[in-house]
């Protein structure tokens, strides 16, 4: 089963990076949720966003004209509930559902299988309440943070019920792994959203943690702007927050500059 995308792999070894700048007017950021604005939680619905994150983002959105995005692996309703009352443009499930402007539509692409390849997964797994298979429409990812010693088999599992759907690529982040449409990635979310306003002739900023952040931070680069990576890896991104928190402490810095 052949993958038609380019995919350019991290280096070998964890590269030292500095701090990211503060964000300027003229730039226009993408975020990535979990993770990155929020810690990870044994299970999603677990969450626990900061009382000043959606305010920060939402004064940062004014500051930037609109041209503060999401992009990430849950649905974008998940994460309007979430970041209430505000609601930001971006993409969800990895890009296959768009939202190009805020308060817009979302445009969701179908993808075939998901509910029988979940299916399959709950069949195999569903005997262990530790293992969460998460059916999110366009794609099922399979978590094992409280199983982590299932990680190898889960891993296996899903690559060998994922290859019955040509349609579907596998991939694999912190203590999951996903199967999505192919050719479904965040970089082809930013790509689309970076072209339409507010976003368009802007540097866009990527923001993430996991493997599937990557995609983004390329296409960040390859549009004359720049990744950053959340956390400890091997990583494409030019540069690094710790955590999250640091991340937080960055979004407010850089509104004070205004």
Known sequence: MKNPRRIEAPPATEPALPAPP???????????FDGTLVDIAARPERVVVSEDLPGTLEILADRLDGAVAIITGRWLADVDGLLAPIVLPGAGLHGAEVRERQHLQVQVRAVGGIGELAQALRG???GDPRVLVEDKGASVALHFRQAPE????????LLTLAADWP???VIAGKMVIEARARGTDKGQALRQLAVEPPFAGREPVFVGDDASDEDGFVAARDAGGYGVKVGQGPTLARYRCPDVADVHAWLRASVATY
Request: glycine letters at 12%; hydrophobic letters at 40%; a positive charge.
């Open 167 to 169: 349609g579907l690529e």
């Open 150 to 157: 299932r990680g190898k088999e889960c891993r296996q599992a």
């Open 124 to 126: 195999r797994f569903g």
């Open 22 to 32: 503060l964000l300027s007017a003229r730039q226009a950021l993408f975020l990535d």
